[in-house]
């Protein structure tokens, strides 16, 4: 799984204020107890990010989800290469639905900081974490995120219009989130895997415990560590806090979407590209009007000799369904796919 930390997150440092203005005395610099120097910065971080995770759990479908794809050659190049693209997200059509979700995640953010009782750590937390969430909110950062959109609906109009070539694309029904050995939720997509939310009731129920949640554990982190760091590593150890706090965020506004689009019941591959991993770097292909497109790769396989797990191939509407269906059978059952996975579209539209 990918670690969500933006290159403008790191690129430009959360001001924090000094170690005294979190509520805690200042040490004398001088002072170095053999507690303090034993701690490396490096491990207080690594403990914080397993104490104050980012909040990329996979949701689970209960069945398959779709992936809607333009022609023959889009159909193809999935089956062949066992990797669908991620669109870097300012480049897709739906790219204004963030300010809806960073909208929800301010609204929360806001009835957190006004709770009363809060100690001085609680306050400043909220606080900072609001007077940077404008510039790290992920509506600020869209260059950062791709993403690979999915349906639970097999053979949906809008989605045959939108994303299907209007009706002469492919649906092909997939199944890629499994428990492994030891139980744990295992995806063959390098990307957390998020269902929409289109209910904002529940969008906002879900946002606040998942913001009071992790404002509540790096409070905890930080009273018990306090006495062990240094002034500078304990500035370190909250920047960091507070950049998974956004991350958190972020990935819960990237769920919301607008109730105005349920018939789609998306689902979505969310990623962004890890500057150190070459299997991760962003790529460009040429979009309808010419210009390049940033996307990045997602295998859908863990090892490249074993098989998707695609169990349907839905052909689009159009008036030579059928001719297609007959090339669309002729492929999967060339690459070890049973023809009889391959089904024609209800719809009544034509491209």
């Known amino acids: ?70 022609g023959e050659v889009g159909l193809e190049g999935i089956l062949r290469n066992k990797v669908i693209w991620a669109t870097q997200f300012e480049h897709l059509n739906d790219r204004s639905e963030l300010v809806e979700g960073d909208r929800l995640v301010q609204e929360v953010a806001r009835e957190l900081n006004a709770v009363t009782g809060l100690s001085k750590l609680q306050t400043l937390i909220r606080e900072r974490f609001l007077a940077k969430q404008g510039a790290l909110a992920i509506s600020a950062l869209m260059r950062e995120i791709c993403v690979a959109s999915f349906s639970e609906a097999a053979d949906e109009v809008s989605q045959w219009r939108e994303y299907g070539g209007r009706g002469a694309g492919y649906s092909l029904g997939l199944r890629f989130i499994y428990v492994d050995a030891v ?10 895997f998020k269902r929409m939310e289109y209910d904002r009731g529940v969008s906002h129920a879900i946002i606040k415990d998942g913001l009071h949640e992790a404002f509540e554990t790096l409070e905890r982190f930080a009273d018990r560590r306090h006495p062990h760091l240094r002034p500078e590593q304990f500035d370190r150890m909250m920047h960091r806090g507070l950049q998974l706090c956004h991350h958190r965020a972020g990935v819960m506004a990237l769920s919301v979407k607008h109730s105005g ?40 396989v863990s090892c490249a000799s074993d098989r998707l797990a695609l169990e349907e191939v839905w052909v689009g509407p159009t008036a030579d369904t059928e001719a297609r269906a007959q090339k669309a059978r002729a492929l999967v059952q060339f690459l070890g796919y049973s023809p009889e996975i391959v089904r024609l579209s209800r719809m009544p539209i034509r491209g």
């Not at 403008?8 to 610099?29: H, I, M, N, Y």
């Not at 490396?40 to 794809?69: C, F």
């Not at 789609?264 to 292909?285: F, L």
Request: proline content about 9%; hydrophobic content about 40%.
């Open 1 to 70: 799984m990918i670690t969500v930390i933006p290159s403008a997150t790191r690129s430009k440092p959360v001001e924090l204020p000094g170690f005294s203005a979190w509520g805690f005395a200042k040490r004398d610099q001088t002072e170095q107890s053999p507690t303090v120097t034993a701690v490396k910065t490096d491990v207080v971080l690594e403990q914080l990010e397993r104490a104050l995770p980012s909040g990329l759990k996979h949701d689970v479908p209960t069945g398959l989800v779709y992936h809607y794809t333009h």
């Open 183 to 192: 139980g744990a939720l295992q995806s063959h997509l390098g990307a957390v």
């Open 261 to 300: 689009f349920k018939v789609e019941q998306e689902w979505r591959a969310i990623a962004m590209p890890r500057h150190k991993a070459p299997e991760r770097t962003m790529k460009t292909r040429a979009g309808a009007n010419g210009l390049p497109v940033p996307y990045v790769e997602l295998p859908l």
